[in-house]
């Protein structure tokens, strides 16, 4: 085991059974085998086309889905998700100062003075201004809302991050810009990041290492450089092929 990793998996496979709430129904595999480590400091890209897996290992590694084998082994707490649709995971109900507060009021430990401190140091990191605090995400760019996912997502200080899909709804100069902040923010919070997209050119951008999954299994990896410019697998020069 790396001791630089900040999450290791070992063998893991897991899947769903169908069937209601009782889940007595057929077994479908979707992650089988799965051994990888996320290193600190790293962005970790992981590519794969639609239903091969990918919201299925995050899910997993945040402890939504247990594995049927293998094991999920953190060496660092309370890993965050950044969601692909701001919208649709950001109470519509509420401003945003309610919504970055709120993690804070479910954790305890923080007086009201200290939440609205930590609540404006994270506006202040994700480059938004303080206004923003008043409106609900229906106010929003759509730039904006992503910078306020971040935002959530960091507020209780995690060192690791999930990032599904996260500049994938933005048009290609706010991507550029949503891009430039996770970098910054990994240099200065000292985060680690997977990285989870089906556009290997923002992976080819963003991500130090990369993943190739298909079929529930990682077929390929190694550093960005390596994989773009030396693919072993027909599936990744397929994967090449079509981002050209």
């Given at each position: 085991m790396?001791?630089?990793?900040?999450?290791?998996?070992?063998?893991v496979?897991?899947?769903?059974?169908?069937?209601?709430?009782?889940?007595?129904?057929?077994y479908?595999?979707?992650?089988h085998d799965?051994?990888?480590?996320v290193?600190?400091?790293?962005?970790?890209?992981?590519?794969?086309?639609?239903?091969?897996g990918?919201?299925?290992?995050?899910?997993?590694i945040?402890g939504?889905?247990?594995?049927?084998?293998?094991?999920?082994?953190?060496?660092?707490?309370?890993?965050?998700?950044?969601?692909?649709d701001?919208?649709?995971?950001?109470?519509p109900?509420y401003p945003?100062?309610?919504?970055?507060?709120?993690?804070?009021?479910?954790?305890?430990g923080?007086?009201g003075?200290?939440r609205?401190r930590?609540?404006?140091?994270?506006?202040?990191?994700v480059?938004?201004?303080?206004?923003c605090?008043?409106?609900?995400?229906?106010?929003?760019s759509?730039?904006?809302?992503q910078?306020?996912?971040?935002?959530?997502a960091l507020?209780q200080k995690?060192?690791f991050?999930i990032?599904?899909?996260?500049v994938?709804?933005?048009d290609?100069?706010?991507?550029a810009?949503?891009?430039?902040?996770?970098?910054?923010l990994?240099d200065?919070?000292?985060l680690?990041?997977?990285?989870?997209?089906?556009?290997?050119?923002?992976v080819y951008?963003?991500?130090?290492r990369v993943?190739?999954?298909?079929?529930?299994?990682?077929?390929e990896?190694?550093?960005v450089?390596?994989i773009?410019?030396?693919?072993?697998?027909?599936y990744?020069?397929?994967l090449?092929?079509?981002?050209?």
């Amino acid at each position: 085991m790396n001791k630089d990793a900040v999450v290791s998996l070992r063998h893991v496979t897991s899947g769903y059974r169908s069937g209601g709430r009782f889940r007595k129904g057929v077994y479908q595999e979707v992650l089988h085998d799965v051994s990888f480590e996320v290193l600190h400091g790293e962005i970790l890209g992981l590519v794969g086309e639609s239903g091969t897996g990918k919201s299925t290992l995050a899910r997993t590694i945040l402890g939504m889905v247990r594995p049927d084998q293998g094991e999920v082994i953190h060496h660092t707490e309370n890993p965050q998700m950044i969601f692909q649709d701001p919208y649709s995971s950001l109470n519509p109900a509420y401003p945003v100062s309610w919504i970055l507060e709120e993690p804070l009021r479910i954790c305890g430990g923080y007086s009201g003075q200290e939440r609205g401190r930590r609540v404006r140091e994270m506006l202040e990191l994700v480059e938004l201004p303080e206004e923003c605090l008043a409106a609900r995400p229906a106010e929003l760019s759509g730039g904006q809302r992503q910078r306020v996912s971040i935002a959530a997502a960091l507020i209780q200080k995690p060192r690791f991050l999930i990032a599904d899909e996260p500049v994938s709804a933005l048009d290609v100069t706010i991507q550029a810009q949503i891009l430039k902040l996770l970098r910054q923010l990994r240099d200065e919070l000292d985060l680690s990041y997977l990285f989870i997209s089906h556009d290997l050119n923002v992976v080819y951008q963003l991500c130090d290492r990369v993943l190739v999954m298909k079929g529930g299994r990682i077929v390929e990896q190694g550093t960005v450089e390596h994989i773009f410019s030396h693919p072993q697998e027909a599936y990744t020069r397929q994967l090449l092929a079509a981002a050209e």
